[in-house]
């Protein structure tokens, strides 16, 4: 069964510096969502991406935080100058083009991240 | 503006026992709900969707779940708790731009 992968699984970056979690979203997906998870708490939106531009983000979602598509099956979540607070699970996910409404948003395993 | 609510942190029962894990959502127009589990250290699988049509829906691993409009509840349900059923589950509803918003979640421990 097709699946979103995300690469690390778990990554350890001192306070201030750059953080790249990649994602190869499901082949055939068109809409492709970042999501972080602090620990212990619920699951929060941060951007969601199609045809090559931000569609949506949320307040979370500011200025350190980019997004980008670089070839035709990578999806990448940059954070720049990390901060403590920004240790969390980070979740790729996608959905394919379908009908717009319901369609099933599938996530990958994860990207645990630890600013120290 | 669209909420979910999944009033119970923690949710015990026995195994073999049926189980019921509550979420009430608040959304304006048509509501599309969804039910997610996390197995610990692992990512958010989908179980089930509740687009349109009949109330009780049927999903993986033997869940469902009842959209009730009078209500405004979506219930995940399940006759037979195993073990493995222990996870993390959250209720979710779809926003206007086709995005999640989750509920806080709630955890499921079945005890053998």
């Not at chain 1, 201030?16 to 997906?29: A, K, M």
């Not at chain 2, 993986?60 to 996870?87: C, I, M, R, W």
Request: with cysteine; proline share 4%.
């Amino acid at each position: 069964e097709p699946e979103v992968t995300q690469t690390p699984s778990h990554q350890v970056t001192q306070m201030g510096q750059e953080v790249i979690l990649r994602c190869v979203p499901i082949s055939n997906h068109l809409y492709f969502y970042w999501y972080r998870q602090i620990l212990g708490q619920k699951v929060e939106f941060l951007v969601s991406f199609y045809n090559n531009e931000i569609s949506e983000k949320s307040e979370i979602f500011d200025d350190q935080f980019s997004v980008e598509r670089p070839d035709g099956s990578n999806f990448t979540l940059k954070i720049r100058s990390t901060k403590l607070e920004d240790s969390a699970m980070y979740f790729c996910a996608s959905r394919d083009r379908g009908a717009s409404s319901g369609n099933t948003i599938y996530f990958g395993e994860g990207s645990w991240l630890t600013v120290v | 503006a669209q909420s979910v609510a999944q009033p119970e942190d923690q949710v015990n029962v026995a195994e073999g026992n049926p189980l019921t894990v509550k979420c009430t959502y608040s959304v304006s127009g048509n509501p599309y709900l969804f039910w997610y589990v996390q197995y610990p250290n692992r990512g958010l699988q989908f179980l089930l969707k509740y687009i349109t049509g009949d109330n009780l829906v049927k999903g993986s691993y033997g869940f469902e779940a009842e959209f009730n409009k009078s209500q405004t509840s979506f219930h995940l349900k399940k006759p037979s708790a195993l073990v493995s059923d222990s996870a993390l589950y959250f209720c979710a509803v779809q926003t206007g731009a086709n995005n999640l918003f989750f509920g806080t979640g709630t955890r499921l421990t079945v005890i053998p």
